[in-house]
């Protein structure tokens, strides 16, 4: 397989924290790439470099060192406008849910498509209301965070990384510490897309729509 059929690559990617007596290595001669349409776990202890690595991949931090190609484009040296556009193409899971405590679960899940541009409102608020219903929340479209379980922060978050169809998925957090819904729903929407040869690049309201329920494999 050539270059193309990796759309995630890193070689030889080293990165620090700190600076002077305070700076340490984090991450030591990382290399490695990875398969389109696969499904890849990264496992290690705490503070093993694994969300480091993640938010590196991601364009959440600027390459130090080494190279990080993703999606066909070098990240070391890339400029801000090059880095928000790939992470219009991608989506995250954080590991402490990231939701706006200000929206509504629903508009935490529009966020996933407005970020992609000029996108019609009332196609939003359904891809939103179809993903979130997909996962079990219907009834809690119009809840503020701070009036959902832990489970369902975790489901909205799911929700809002893959309601715009990203190119790549990234959850920062393993999905076997999520709740026992959260786990499945993510296991089968992964495997449905990691049988995709090419995900779609830009974002359409039939391609949410189409999506049916997902269950545990």
């Known amino acids: 397989m050539g270059d193309e059929d990796f759309p995630v690559q890193a070689r030889a990617l080293n990165h620090w924290f700190g600076r002077g007596e305070a700076r340490k290595q984090a991450l030591y001669d990382i290399n490695l790439r990875i398969a389109r349409g696969s499904l890849t776990v990264l496992v290690g202890p705490s503070g093993s470099g694994k969300t ?3 938010t590196l991949l991601g364009c959440l931090r600027e390459v130090q060192q080494g190279s990080v190609v993703l999606l066909g484009h070098e990240l070391h040296g890339a400029t801000p406008a090059l880095a928000t556009a790939l992470r219009r193409r991608l989506g995250f899971i954080f590991q402490a849910h990231n939701l706006h405590e200000s929206l509504t679960a629903a508009q935490n899940v ?3 498509v407005q970020v992609l541009g000029r996108v019609d409102k009332a196609q939003a608020q359904a891809a939103a209301a179809h993903v979130l219903g997909l996962l079990g929340l219907s009834e809690r479209l119009d809840y503020l965070p701070a009036n959902l379980s832990g489970g369902q922060k975790q489901r909205v978050a799911i929700a809002r990384a893959l309601v715009g169809t990203p190119s790549w998925c990234w959850p920062t957090n393993p999905p076997p510490r999520w709740t ?3 786990a ?5 929407c992964s495997s449905d897309w990691g049988r995709r040869a090419a995900p779609p690049r830009s974002w359409s309201p039939t391609t ?3 999506w049916t329920a997902p269950t545990a494999s």
Request: proline content about 6%; cysteine-free; hydrophobic content about 60%.
């Open 208 to 210: 949410t729509a189409s």
């Open 52 to 54: 480091t690595l993640l």
């Open 180 to 182: 026992a819904t959260a």
């Open 110 to 112: 529009m966020m996933g």
């Open 184 to 188: 499945p729903m993510w296991w089968s």
